[in-house]
């Protein structure tokens, strides 16, 4: 498992730490304690929905995996 650096509330993988702090910000005029904390904002408040959609996406999955398996070694059946 990747090394993990706080970034305020976040666990960020040292290496997009790095990357971020010494080669992406350098030059905009952006401070990485700002930069930090606007993404712990967008975390805090995207999250759920981000989770919402995964869990809607694991579930559509599971049906298109059923389906797959209810037809199995029937021929290909394009209209359904």
Sequence with gaps: ???QIAAGELN????LHD????A?????GIDPDQFWG???K???E???RIRALLNKRDDLQKQIDAWHVSKK?????LQA
């Excluded at 960020?12 to 290496?15: R, T």
């Excluded at 990357?19 to 010494?22: A, G, P, S, V």
């Excluded at 992406?24 to 905009?28: F, I, M, S």
């Design 19 to 22: 990357f971020i702090n010494t």
């Design 46 to 48: 995207f999250s759920p």
């Design 1 to 3: 498992m990747a090394k």
């Design 24 to 28: 992406a910000l350098p030059g905009t």
């Design 12 to 15: 960020v993988a040292s290496v």
């Design 38 to 40: 606007g993404m712990e």
């Design 73 to 77: 070694g029937q021929p290909f059946d």
């Design 42 to 44: 967008l975390v805090g």
